[in-house]
């Protein structure tokens, strides 16, 4: 009998002896199921040039297919149906979605319970709200356009659901919160702005007015409008409200000439003391007995505010001593041989000087527009805005997690208050918001009847009759019939259309500014995957996959080198990216373990001499 020691190497042997066997049957197996070892990314790009076919109604040309994606006619079959199945599974889910939320529609609240649709689902919630089509839907949004039409259930719901689930909501994002909440999404916009931004309104106002008139109590009032943060905030802000009343007399502009400024200086240097305007006006009023009392005490405040006598040494001199004992005015007005509360008022009065002005300039508008189009966060937003007075822009550390703006921070970097951007931010946006469907709907119908008529587009002209920018109708626009394909060939690729595009992208989005892919595609009149692709690859960036090594060994095999290996991948790929892929995919493979197959094989062929071997023994090794 063979002891344990030569019945395991004998195993091994006969194991080693059948590997190319077991090779061949594995290589056989793989190349039956390839699709399943395709990288999605490649499978899409297989089913979009399948479907120009279908589209165009044109026989796929199966051997060209063939050769262009190194794939068998069956794989690429395969990937066609299953890319069907997944648009008829997301069909069947949009459909079932819409009738299980028609189903939970819960007529006291108004909306649909999207908790039970979630659980009959069992996939997420914001996916659910994405295959709702209100197209296939009995129920009607609700409008409510103002905060009294909202409910205090609405509004705790649309702030949870808003917080959970998004953070800081997009343009896009509000759709869905529009569905969520069965309300369209500009007054979701609203609501949820004054939410988070409270102030009082005429039409609050009066329905506040109308409940204190029927005895109502603020505590059931600011529970039936819990837009404020206490009760204290909603009743200081009902009674500080003054709405603009067009009949009342608008105050009369005073024009003062230089001899009535002058007499009112006298007046000042006369009567004034400090913090006590009262003998000035008395004086002021004799003097100018036709001006209203409230333009005379405007004019005296304008005087008092001012401190006279103020040159460049004493600013400097104040300055020093301020960095030298902090805001110590009664020893500061001794060492400038003055009154503690004139040196003081000579720091405030040159503060207020170098601070940023709040008005905001139209370059800073348009890029706040762009950022905000592009989703670009706050905190780099206003580092790309920063402060047009100031000698060096300002870099902000832009480390702050979406959601968890340090507003104040912000503020003193660029000049302005804290809420100065935030507030912006937010009517920018909701302009936005109300502007993006009329747009894309606009663009769209002119694209299409111009590439109908001419089977071109004239961007300028689209633009010119819209009243919009070339820019905005480029990412407006949703029309894609007849857009070509460009799909990386060594042979037919072309530097000027990569260059076009390059250009295109560098001067419409530097960086950070994320690329928006569909002005791109509608500037190359390209598909968008296509543009995204190629914009990968002349970037240097390419996506491994167990295919690409494939191509790469077989190349190499064929004594191909490296930097013509990357020519054949990509435009822009290096030859040390190469050979560093070519390298580690081949250090895998020389420690791959025995596979499945080739174990099971491994078992057959020990049962097969299963009487010469000692169990009993090898199960010990």
């Given amino acids: ?146 905060v009294t039409n909202w409910a205090a259930d609405d509004l705790s719901t649309l702030k949870s659901f808003v917080t959970e689930q998004f953070g800081a909501v997009t343009a896009d994002d509000w759709l869905l919160v529009g569905v969520y909440m069965n309300v369209e999404q500009k007054d979701c916009f609203m609501a949820h702005s004054m939410c988070s931004f409270p102030q009082m309104s005429a039409v609050l106002h009066e329905a506040i007015t109308q409940h204190r008139n029927a005895n109502m109590e603020w505590k059931d009032i600011f529970e039936k409008y819990p837009i404020f943060s206490r009760i204290g905030g909603l009743r200081n802000a009902y009674y500080q409200f003054k709405e603009f009343d067009d009949s009342k007399p608008k105050a009369i502009h005073i024009e003062w000439t230089d001899a009535d400024t002058c007499r009112i ?212 626009n949703q029309f894609n019939d007849g857009k070509a394909r460009w799909i990386y060939s060594p042979d037919e690729f072309s530097w000027n259309m990569a260059d076009r595009m390059t250009s295109f992208i560098k001067d419409n989005y530097p960086k950070p500014l994320p690329v928006n892919y569909t002005a791109v595609s509608n500037y190359m009149w390209i598909d968008m995957g296509d543009c995204a692709q190629m914009a990968s690859l002349l970037r240097g960036e390419m996506s491994w996959t167990a295919e690409t090594l494939a191509r790469v060994e077989k190349l190499r095999a064929q004594g191909m080198k490296f930097v013509d290996i990357g020519k054949q991948l990509s435009p822009a790929l290096s030859a040390q990216k190469v050979s560093n892929a070519y390298h580690n995919n081949m250090q895998s493979k020389a420690h791959t373990s025995l596979s499945d197959d080739e174990k099971q094989q491994a078992k057959d062929i020990m049962n097969m001499h299963a009487e010469q071997m000692p169990f009993t023994e090898l199960r010990k090794l």
């Fill in 1 to 146: 009998m063979l002891s344990c020691f030569k019945l395991k190497n004998a195993a091994v042997r006969l194991v080693q002896s059948t590997r190319p066997a077991l090779l061949s049957f594995i290589t056989q197996r793989h190349y039956a199921s390839a699709i399943d070892s395709i990288a999605p990314e490649r499978q899409q790009e297989v089913v979009s040039a399948l479907r120009m076919y279908q589209k165009d109604n044109i026989p796929v040309p199966w051997i060209d297919m063939t050769k262009r994606f190194e794939i068998s006619q069956e794989s690429m079959e395969q990937a066609l149906a299953a890319d069907d199945a997944r648009l008829q599974k997301k069909i069947e889910q949009s459909i079932r979605v819409t009738q299980l939320a028609d189903q939970s529609y819960n007529e006291e609240h108004g909306r649909c319970d999207w908790d039970s649709v979630v659980r009959d689902m069992d996939i997420p919630l914001v996916e659910c709200l994405q295959l709702f089509d209100a197209s296939l839907s009995t129920v009607s949004a609700r409008s409510l356009p103002n």
């Fill in 265 to 476: 200086q006298e007046l000042v240097q006369t009567y004034y003391k400090p913090g006590n305007k009262r003998e000035v006006l008395i004086q002021a009023q004799k003097a100018f007995p036709d001006i209203s009392q409230e333009s005379i005490l405007g004019k005296i405040k304008q005087i008092t505010s001012k401190v006279p006598g103020i040159t460049s040494d004493d600013i400097d001199r104040v300055k020093k001593l301020v960095y030298a004992y902090g805001k110590d005015w009664a020893r500061i007005g001794q060492e400038i041989n003055d009154t503690p509360r004139r040196a003081e008022r000579i720091w405030t009065q040159h503060r207020e000087q170098q601070k940023a002005p709040q008005t905001w300039s139209e370059d800073e508008l348009n890029t706040l527009r762009r950022c905000i189009h592009d989703g670009v966060e706050m905190a780099e937003a206003s580092r790309l805005i920063g402060t047009k007075t100031r000698d060096a822009l300002v870099l902000l550390v832009s480390t702050y997690k979406r959601g968890e703006i340090d507003w104040e921070a912000i503020g003193k970097d660029i000049g302005r208050s804290a809420d100065s951007c935030h507030i912006m931010h937010t009517k920018l946006q909701q302009k936005h918001l109300n502007l993006k469907i009329d747009h894309t709907q606009a663009v769209s119908g002119e694209v299409q009847k111009q590439y109908e008529q001419h089977h071109s587009v004239d961007w300028a002209e689209i633009a010119q009759q819209l009243g919009l920018t070339e820019h905005e109708c480029l990412e407006a």
